[in-house]
Structures are given as C-alpha cells and as structure tokens.
T-cell receptor, first 117, second 115 residues
C-alpha cells in the first residue's frame, strides 16, 4: 500500500513570498489533515478535510494560509505572504476516519520542510 | 495550560535499558491515546493505539493509560539503538462533529539509545 505522498521535501523562500505544498493521501482515505510542526514541538493541526469539505480549520491563520482539496483526493496548502515564524515542517496525514471507534489512525507523509529567510 | 504535556527530555539510555515515556493531559474528553515514533526528517508513524484506560502490549512496547490521573505512559523494554527517535503522545475524542479524528500531540521526547 502506497503511503501519503508530499512534495516538495524542502523549500527555502524569502519572507513575503508565497509557497504551495502538495499532498496525495492514501487511496480511499476520506479524511485529510495538514499539520504544522515547529522545531522542538509536536505537530499542530491546521486544517482537516472530510472528503472535499472542511471539518476543522480553527487553527489555520486564514489571513495568510489557505488550503483546498479538490475532488476529495489531493490537497494543496498555500502560504501567502510567508513570515519568518512559518518556518516549520508541514505534515500531511490521512485516515479512513469512519464514524466509529478505532478508525482514527492517521498515516503521515514525510513532510515538507519550509525555511523562511 | 496546554491540553497535553510531555517532558521533552532529551533522554539518553544504554542499550538494553527499560525506557519510560510519559504524558499528562487536562481534557477528560480524550478517549483514544496513541504513541507515535518520529525518526529524524521523517513523518510520525503510529506505534501504539489504546482506547480508554488499561494496558496494551506489543512486543517490547507497553502502553498504559490511567484516565483517573489523566496520565499515559509508554514503556520500551530491552531498548535498542534503532529505538533512537522522537516519541510523540497523541490523543483524540470520540464521536462526530469537528473533533472527530483530530489528534492533539504532546511536545515529543527525544530518545537516544547508545550501544
């Protein structure tokens, strides 16, 4: 079974520039998550999709971050304009997440390491 | 106060040692408890998954959940250099709504097992 694919693996941009990350979840997984992991911290949820609808984006800085999941499969996360504090690893995860116990296992991609200079 | 607190370490142990990793939490709604392992420059991978209170064993790994104390632990027996990684505890709430499937992570504990 193929895992969660993310690209690019690394990105360096200057502050105020824009950047986009791409994620392809595991086939058949309805739920897709974007997490931000700042160095030395645990991942923090930015946005959660159920198919192509947003379930939770309460911690997404909407003035600069946007995300979409077209056709309920691939997803892109965009930052515009970037700030220095956006330097982090952006992790995409997916899960079956059916409504019931035991289906919340999330599988993570390798992440995109963003450095804003 | 953070919902999930985890001692970041770092923790350095000799090969063969028993390792104890811990997290505390404040939200009594958490019902699912997980431990993820994250190698350097990799995404987290699920190691153990426990529902509600109790113990779960898988090979050298044992996960414990004490809901009355809001405390979870991961024990690693006969630790190996290949266990060197960051260990993240994570928790989620049951049921529907926006909380479903959302994982709240601890800070992560950096573990080094030296030969």
């Amino acid at each position: 079974e193929a895992g969660v694919a993310q690209s690019p693996r690394y990105k360096i941009i200057e502050k105020r520039q824009s950047v986009a990350f791409w994620c392809n979840p595991i086939s058949g997984h309805a739920t897709l998550y974007w997490y931000q992991q700042i160095l030395g911290q645990g991942p923090k949820l930015l946005i959660q999709f159920q198919n192509n609808g947003v379930v939770d984006d309460s911690q997404l800085p909407k003035d600069r971050f946007s995300a979409e999941r077209l056709k309920g499969v691939d997803s892109t996360l965009k930052i515009q304009p970037a700030k220095l504090e956006d330097s982090a690893v952006y992790l995409c995860a997916s899960s079956l997440a059916h409504w019931g116990a035991g289906d919340t296992e999330a599988f993570f991609g390798q992440g995109t390491r963003l450095t804003v200079v | 106060q953070k919902e999930v607190e985890q001692d970041p370490g770092p923790l350095s142990v000799p090969e063969g040692a028993i390792v104890s990793l811990n997290c505390t939490y404040s939200n009594s709604a958490f019902q699912y408890f997980m431990w993820y392992r994250q190698y350097s420059r990799k995404g987290p991978e699920l190691l153990m998954y426990t529902y509600s209170s109790g113990n779960k064993e898988d090979g050298r790994f044992t996960a414990q959940v004490d809901k009355s104390s809001k405390y979870i632990s991961l024990f690693i027996r006969d630790s190996q250099p290949s266990d060197s990684a960051t260990y993240l505890c994570a928790m989620s709430r049951p049921g529907g709504g926006t909380s479903y499937g959302k994982l709240t992570f601890g800070q992560g504990t950096i573990l080094t097992v030296h030969p």
